[in-house]
């Protein structure tokens, strides 16, 4: 038997609707940006915290997916004398930006091997 | 232009202070003068300072008018096509046996096991999957077979394979899909709430049959 996680379900459900929406965006926009918004909505309803992997490809103003040559063109960019990639959506227009200096560590928490306790099969 | 706007102030400030002399009281019109001629002093500085803050809004999510603009609203009758979606549907059938645990097979009705197994299948997404409208209300809507693409609180829009979009009523009809080898009967009428929503709302323990 499987061992039972809090809102397991929720995060089986945000994971396929990730994948469709990945799928969609080179065919069909409005439904690939349908199925994002419901991602961001289902973690809001049950208060989970979407992966920052995941959320990083999310367009912030129209929540599509934000895939290279498809739905967003990347630049880099110098901001203050650092650098930054940045996504243009192709949809909205919205551009979002990260820091990308080539000697520092941007990973968040989360991502760094210390966060792993226990992996549940 | 400006004289010509501040000879029509200056005819309408007339106007007014004749109509004044006319209407108040008649011990009351040697005031109107002086009255006139006082200054409010506070009156300019709240406009000043009203002028000096623009208020500054940030937008995030787009509002539904540019939503609109986009077109996220009408999905046209022909736009999909069926076969970008049969690749949703083989993603769908992976995800709902992992959901449903079918692996470690099919619990027995009425048992334990059973209640959690509709428990989930209640909390499912059902986007991608291939729906069969078995009993309606509206006798043209049934035998309609698709993959649903869209889920709001009452309705199911589906394409079929001849690449039409339509849209079914949730509450009036019965649907029937297939995961290997079970049929799955679903009651739409129990399914009458937003994607979103359902995940975490209480499900009513009995159902009422149809008359
Ligand atoms: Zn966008």
Not at chain 1, 77 to 101: D, F, Q, S, V, Y
Not at chain 2, 91 to 116: C, F, Q, R
Not at chain 2, 184 to 195: E, I, N, S, W
Request: contains cysteine; glycine residues 4%.
């Amino acid at each position: 038997m499987r061992q039972k996680i809090q809102g397991n379900d929720a995060f089986q459900r945000i994971n396929y609707l990730y994948q469709i929406s990945k799928a969609m965006a080179s065919k069909n926009t409005i439904l690939s940006s349908y199925y994002g918004n419901l991602v961001v909505n289902i973690a809001k309803k049950n208060v989970l915290k979407i992966h920052p992997e995941v959320k990083r490809q999310i367009c912030k103003k129209c929540r599509s997916i934000l895939i290279e040559n498809v739905s967003t063109n990347m630049k880099i960019r110098n901001h203050n004398k650092l650098k930054r990639i940045e996504w243009k959506c192709n949809i909205c227009g919205e551009r979002k930006g990260l820091p990308a200096e080539k000697n520092k560590d941007h990973r968040v928490w989360v991502e760094k091997e210390e966060a792993v306790v226990e992996i549940i099969k | 232009m400006e004289e010509t706007t501040d000879s029509f102030n200056q005819q309408a400030a007339n106007s007014i202070i004749n109509f004044l002399k006319t209407n108040v009281p008649k011990n009351e019109v040697q005031k109107i003068d002086s009255e006139l001629k006082t200054e409010l002093v506070f009156a300019k500085k709240r406009s000043k300072q009203q002028k000096r803050k623009p208020i500054k809004k940030k937008t995030r999510c787009l509002t539904r008018k540019e939503k609109k603009t986009l077109g996220f609203y009408n999905i046209p009758r022909h736009s999909v096509k069926y076969e970008d979606v049969v690749q949703m549907n083989k993603i769908w059938l992976e995800y709902i046996t992992e959901v449903l645990a079918m692996d470690e097979g099919v619990p027995e009705p009425n048992s334990k096991n059973w209640e959690t197994l509709t428990l989930s299948l209640y909390k499912a997404d059902y986007h991608g999957s291939m729906l069969t409208v078995v009993r309606s209300k509206c006798p043209s809507f049934i035998n309609k077979t698709g993959i649903c693409i869209m889920d709001t609180k009452n309705t199911f829009k589906i394409v079929s394979k001849d690449n039409i979009v339509t849209t079914i009523p949730k509450k009036e009809c019965v649907f029937e899909l297939y995961l290997k080898k079970f049929k799955v009967t679903l009651f739409g009428k129990l399914l009458c709430a937003k994607p979103a929503e359902r995940s975490t709302k209480k499900v009513k323990g009995h159902l009422h049959p149809d008359l």
